[in-house]
């Protein structure tokens, strides 16, 4: 699987992206920057795809962004909802999707080797297949985690050398025995990552908040889902 050039289409350097939310950018030093690995992390339906889209359909109004589906669960509908009221230009999105893990690392490995011509990177629930991959055997095990730490490794590298903004978006999972709940394989992902985000959902109030975890915890805002993407509150 590869990315080809589209002609005619200029490509500028050292870009930040909007995430759709003006308070948010400022905490960010003006959106997403290029050159940089971003993990954004939640539990289930707290608008980390909707934050994601609304990213990718905002940067199409000046580039080329590529949005790559490691589960399958991406739905159509929504991505035209967020395109539609962000006004967002679907010729310049690349959708890819990744059915294996092999097939997910092939992809990276092309952006290394060949460069890419979208500025933006997203991999949504980009340790799905991963955990595919998992017995439960920590011995058994530890060739994926290294094989997920390499894929990680090579974005960053991918990011550094064709100034390039790339958005893993992640899952959690509780942590046993303390009441609390971490991104899937948290130490690999915050340490390849420049920044850290996760979001939290109420789900009796249905609002959320974002907060920063790296490079230093701060809470940023509180949003609501909506058709849009997220809208601050």
């Known amino acids: 699987m590869n990315f080809y050039l589209i002609p005619n289409l200029l490509i500028t350097y050292w870009m930040r992206f909007s995430t759709g939310l003006p308070s948010f950018d400022e905490r960010l030093g003006g959106g997403i920057e290029t050159g940089t690995v971003t993990l954004v992390y939640g539990e289930e339906k707290s608008g980390k795809t909707s934050l ?20 399958g669960r991406l739905h159509p509908a929504r991505l035209s909802q967020i395109m539609e009221a962000t006004g967002g230009h679907e010729e310049r999105l690349y959708m890819l999707s990744a059915d294996s893990f092999f097939a997910q690392e092939k ?18 629930d980009f340790t799905a297949l991963h955990r595919l991959e998992l017995m439960g055997d920590i011995k058994l095990d530890m060739p994926v985690y290294r094989r997920l730490a390499f894929q990680v490794a090579v974005l960053r590298e991918a990011a550094l050398k064709g100034d390039l903004a790339v958005i893993i978006v992640g899952q959690v999972h509780e942590i046993p025995n303390r009441s609390e709940a971490r991104a899937v394989a948290h130490r690999i992902l915050s340490y390849w990552s420049d920044t850290v985000l996760r979001l939290e959902m109420n789900t009796k109030t249905r609002i959320g908040k974002i ?21 601050q509150i």
Not at 53 to 65: D, E, F, G, H, Q
Not at 211 to 231: M, N, Q
Request: proline share 3%.
């Open 52 to 71: 994601a889209l609304m990213i990718c359909s905002l940067a199409t109004k000046k580039c080329l962004a590529a949005y790559v589906d490691c589960s």
């Open 107 to 124: 992809v990276i490995l092309s952006l290394y080797d060949s460069g890419s011509p979208a500025k933006l990177l997203i991999f949504d």
């Open 211 to 231: 907060l920063v975890e790296k490079p230093e915890k701060v809470e940023a805002l509180t949003y609501r889902i909506t058709d849009s993407g997220l809208t």
